[in-house]
């Protein structure tokens, strides 16, 4: 059992920065892929990021290239998502998500990942 809990999320000024956070139980953390889905109001469950056990594979959505980056210190069990130049359009619940069964690989598929925290809100203001 991996229990994720995402931090970070606020409310920033677009051009702003947030960095938010995915604390991991479990010693299966450095073990796994880790992705960050978001949802905006309205709207389905997205891909935004997700990298493998070492670090080594990461992927992007477009949107985001160049923006945002993902990482992870296995040592805290904890993966990061640093967020800058945000956009009014970035405004979505991020969740974090753990693939317990892929270490090496890197799926931009929700049904891939085995677990979920709950959320952190993100809001971007115009």
């Known amino acids: 059992q991996v229990q994720l809990q995402e931090s970070g999320g606020g409310l920033v000024q677009a051009g702003g920065s947030l960095r938010l956070s995915c604390a991991a139980s479990?010693?299966?953390?450095?073990?796994?892929?880790m992705g960050w889905f978001r949802q905006a109001p309205g709207k389905e469950r997205d891909f935004v990021a997700a990298?493998?056990?070492?670090?080594?594979?990461?992927e992007y959505e477009t949107s985001v290239k160049g923006r945002f980056t993902i990482s992870r210190d296995n040592a805290k069990n904890t993966v990061y998502l640093q967020m800058n130049s945000l956009k009014p359009e970035d405004t979505a619940v991020y969740y974090c998500?753990?693939?317990?069964?892929?270490?090496?690989?890197?799926?931009?598929?929700?049904?891939?990942?085995?677990?979920w925290g709950q959320g952190t809100q993100v809001t971007v203001s115009s």
């Open positions: 998500a753990a693939d317990v069964h892929t270490s090496s690989i890197v799926y931009r598929i929700q049904d891939e990942y085995d677990y």
């Open positions: 479990g010693r299966i953390f450095s073990a796994s892929t």
């Open positions: 990298i493998n056990w070492s670090g080594g594979t990461i």
